[in-house]
């Protein structure tokens, strides 16, 4: 199952230079970096993530992929310098596929890089992800050590059924006990959940998130599973062999999770994103949400510099090849329009609890006909912002469509 497709977009030159208009107004944007390791034990059913298991790596080896992305770091130095890009680095993430399949030191070494050849900012988020199998107490302690501060773990469910239909590995009785371990080594705990797997029912999906809950973490997501073309569970439900996604329990699973978080002292800042008091958002994952600068590194990478999207050739190989060479590993490039920048701001920003200025918007006269239909939080509009409703939580598309 080849991972979904890269956008089309002009090349960039061989060194990767932006275009010149990167440099009006970048100077002291906030900028984070991703941090992608392509690797996975298993792929899941349900996933078209740029993922590789062992015999699909061709040349590249796990050893030996770390290397490159310290070449790539040295490469975006460079490129960012030239675009007036010197801004140190707010946030570093780490994600997959399973990051922690590589040693500690490895990742250890990859934020040394990145400290060495951006800065950080005091107080900066380093969050790597984790499947519940891939750590133990040493490994976690090692990431601490190293300068990260936040983990999460990819519970999905605490159901058997449920994770065998997802095609996921682990079992749910290790996740209490590396939670722990993360908690004991002085790491941020977040949880990721997934809901709406064929014959998953509302009961199940309670009881996962009662375990979640008791876990007691600062933070959890719960995301409602699509089916992506291509993917193994495709397949299975169009030969009849699993239950297509109920799109009406999804919506009851979703409502659902959002009364068991709050009366826990989860507070959403995101439509699938909820932190204890309200206190322990991911700051990495609202640096996106606010359209500020990343670099992505690894292959099938995606970064954003002032308007300028452009994202790395997916195959291992192929990337370490490029950057072997002295290349950067880029397949191509967007410059946004006005316009495109405006429409991404509203589909991003009023998925949040922050909500959207109505001073931002070109026409506000769709935010009446939005609270008259439920979608809106009348009391946020009279001050000012676009506030989604639970109810326009389950119908964003049609807030930011309407709102374009």
Not at 13 to 20: F, N, Q, R
Not at 112 to 118: D, G, V
Request: one cysteine or more.
């Amino acid at each position: 199952m080849p991972p979904s497709a890269l956008p089309e977009g002009g090349p960039l030159p061989a060194d990767g230079a932006l275009p010149a208009a990167v440099r009006e107004g970048a100077g002291g944007r906030q900028l984070g970096a991703y941090v992608h390791i392509p690797f996975c034990r298993v792929r899941c059913g349900y996933c078209d993530f740029n993922t590789y298991t062992a015999t699909e790596l061709g040349s590249v080896s796990q050893e030996s992929y770390p290397d490159a992305v310290l070449e790539e770091i040295g490469l975006a130095r460079r490129v960012l310098d030239e675009a007036g890009q010197r801004s140190p680095l707010s946030t570093v993430f780490f994600g997959g596929g399973t990051p922690t399949l590589l040693p500690a030191a490895a990742l250890v070494d990859v934020l040394a890089r990145l400290r060495e050849a951006f800065g950080l900012v005091p107080g900066a988020e380093v969050s790597v992800e984790a499947n519940p199998d891939s750590v133990d107490a040493e490994y976690l302690r090692a990431l601490r050590e190293g300068g990260m501060t936040r983990v999460s773990f990819g519970m999905q469910s605490a159901q058997p059924h449920v994770l065998a239909t997802l095609d996921r590995t682990h079992d749910p009785e290790r996740v209490p006990e590396v939670v722990s371990a993360a908690k004991d080594a002085g790491l941020e705990v977040s949880v990721d959940l997934i809901y709406g797997a064929p014959g998953e029912s509302l009961d199940d999906w309670r009881a996962s998130l009662e375990q979640a809950i008791a876990l007691e973490p600062t933070h959890i997501s719960a995301y409602a599973l699509i089916i992506e073309p291509g993917t193994a569970i495709a397949r299975r439900i169009r030969r009849g062999e699993l239950e297509p996604v109920d799109d009406d329990l999804q919506a009851e699973m979703y409502e659902l999770a959002d009364g068991l978080l709050a009366e826990a002292g989860f507070e959403w800042y995101e439509l699938s994103n909820w932190s204890r008091g309200g206190r322990h958002p991911s700051r990495h994952n609202l640096a996106y949400w606010h359209d500020t600068d990343w670099w992505g590194f690894g292959p099938g990478a995606h970064s954003h510099v002032n308007g300028v999207r452009f994202w790395n050739v997916k195959h291992p190989a192929a990337y370490a090849n490029r950057l072997r060479a002295g290349e950067s590993p880029a397949a191509g490039h967007e410059s946004l329009t006005a316009r495109e920048r405006y429409e991404e701001s509203v589909l991003l920003r009023t998925r949040l609890r922050e909500g959207l200025p109505v001073s931002e918007l070109r026409d506000r006269k769709a935010v009446a006909r939005l609270i008259a239909d439920g979608l809106v939080a009348p009391e946020a509009a009279l001050a000012g912002r676009v506030v989604p409703t639970l109810r326009g939580r389950l119908l964003a598309d049609v807030i930011a469509r309407d709102l374009t």
